[in-house]
């Protein structure tokens, strides 16, 4: 008999993808360029620019989660420009 795969515990989805689309459309044509970085313990961070500014979150990521943690960058720009 074939081994059953065991899900992953603690793996961070995106909730609500429509919402996530609609933030990261209203961030590319507003300028901004978020975009994963790796840093010294071999973990993600996020980067985002606007011109010639450069922040970077500081809640690091592992390779499995990027995503989720680009979409968190999308949503708190989106949400903060745009209060609904």
């Known amino acids: 008999m074939a081994k059953k795969k065991e899900k992953k515990e603690?793996?961070?989805?995106?909730p609500d993808y429509a919402f996530h689309q609609k933030s990261m459309v209203w961030c590319i044509r507003n300028g901004y360029r978020i975009y994963p970085e790796r840093n010294d313990r071999?973990?993600?961070?996020?980067?985002?620019?606007?011109?010639?500014k450069k922040a970077i979150f500081p809640e690091p990521y592992k390779q499995s989660e990027i995503q989720y943690g680009l979409y968190q960058a999308f949503k708190t720009i989106y949400l903060k420009h745009n209060k609904e």
């Open 42 to 52: 071999m973990e993600w961070n996020i980067a985002v620019e606007l011109g010639l």
């Open 10 to 14: 603690n793996r961070k989805t995106i």
